[in-house]
């Protein structure tokens, strides 16, 4: 069984081919440089550069490959949450090749796609908890099965990797920001400032980062004649040090919400054997070896993606595209794209496939 994934619903156009025996056969990213100069994804650029680059990446996909369209399975696409004109551009090209070969077009929720991104290099299996944290989403979850997810805890203003990239904004470090805020972190001094630990006393598994982002911006700002943090001067060992202590504030949140879930999860799903952690900020190594120790503190077995699979690319969406497949979940032709669509409501099914229906 062979699926083709396409992904395009913030910066990244790619698309991947997956076979059900966990290899991947085919592969094309691009990510669209066009933002950095803005400090972040316009979504008007971001879609007009998906429209222009997607038959590129599906021709670079299967020129590595001795695969045709004709071998495929199934077309699985991003089909939601996400910057809707990105969406639609792999959605009508997802559903335009079922169309013309006659073959399922499966809707993949991209978070769906983050989620179960670790099965393919990883030995997980279900139920598993789940942090799946990038720049648009941060959420505790139990990983039922596919298409079956309960959420302990959301946060409830930015994401993580959004906070990461607020402060690399700030400290004038580029754009995305979590990468060069984790470098920088790695020759800082993680004790140099002291950061809040927002929302840790309510026992509820949700999480909150703008009043994290906010103290470092006040942080910053003392760094700044008159007080605006376009004219902060800091120098490069602050900056480090700042980083630092932000990566540990925001990774020792994650972890405490997390520690709350592990005790739920446990009493709730005793099979349950894995911690895992997915989306872009799963990349962070920092992050990964808290993850690490509080799994090995708890007697569960941590899992992650491999670092350039965290964030977004077309392999996750093949992959999760081929799981709902297996499972007889395809899509009807007029699945509408969602810019909004949270893991634990059910997708809407084509008539006649498996499961249930929303
Ligand atoms: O999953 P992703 O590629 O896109 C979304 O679905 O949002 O995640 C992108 C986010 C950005 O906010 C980026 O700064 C963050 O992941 N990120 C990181 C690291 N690499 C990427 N955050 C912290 N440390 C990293 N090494
Ligand atoms: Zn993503």
């Not at 996909?61 to 399975?73: E, G, P, Q, S």
């Not at 996400?82 to 335009?96: N, R």
């Not at 302990?152 to 690399?168: H, Y």
């Not at 990774?251 to 872009?280: E, M």
Request: net charge negative.
């Amino acid at each position: 069984m062979i699926v083709l994934g396409i992904e395009s619903s913030c910066d990244e156009t790619a698309a991947a081919l997956v076979n059900d025996k966990k290899e991947i056969l085919g592969e094309a990213l691009l990510s669209q440089e066009e933002h950095k100069k803005f400090g972040g994804v316009v979504p008007e650029i971001a879609a007009r550069s998906h429209l222009e680059h997607i038959d590129t990446i599906l021709e670079e996909c299967f020129a590595k490959t001795n695969l045709t369209l004709n071998d495929v399975d199934a077309i699985a696409a991003s089909a939601g949450p996400g910057l809707i004109g990105g969406v639609v551009v792999g959605v009508m090209t997802a559903k335009a090749l079922a169309i013309s070969l006659n073959k399922p077009f499966v809707a993949v929720n991209h978070l769906e796609g983050h989620a179960l991104s670790s099965r393919i290099s990883n030995d997980v299996e279900f139920p598993y908890l789940l942090l799946l944290v990038s720049g648009g989403h941060c959420q505790i979850l139990v990983v039922k099965d596919v298409d079956d997810y309960e959420r302990l805890g959301t946060t409830i203003d930015d994401a993580v990797g959004e906070a990461f990239d607020k402060v690399a904004k700030m400290l004038q470090l580029g754009y995305p920001g979590g990468p060069i805020v984790e470098k920088m972190a790695s020759i800082g001094d993680e004790n140099r400032f002291s950061l809040p630990r927002p929302l840790l006393g309510s026992q509820d598994c949700n999480l909150s980062f703008s009043g994290l982002k906010t103290a470092v911006r006040k942080i910053v700002e003392t760094y700044s004649p008159d007080g605006d943090i376009s004219h902060a001067y800091i120098p490069k060992q602050d900056i480090a040090d700042i980083c630092a202590s932000f990566q540990y504030a925001a990774t020792d949140c994650l972890c405490r919400k997390l520690k709350k879930a592990i005790t739920y999860f446990k009493q709730n799903y005793p099979a349950g054997k894995h911690i895992v952690v997915s989306g872009g900020v799963a990349s962070n190594t920092y992050l990964r070896s808290k993850l690490q120790q509080l799994a090995d503190n708890n007697g569960l077995d941590f899992a992650a993606p491999p670092i350039r699979f965290c964030t977004d690319n077309g392999v996750m969406v093949a992959w999760a595209g081929l799981e709902r497949f297996k499972k007889g979940y395809t899509s009807s032709l007029d699945f509408k794209p969602r810019p909004r669509w949270p893991l634990d409501t059910h997708a809407p099914k084509a008539a006649g496939a498996g499961g249930v229906k929303a």
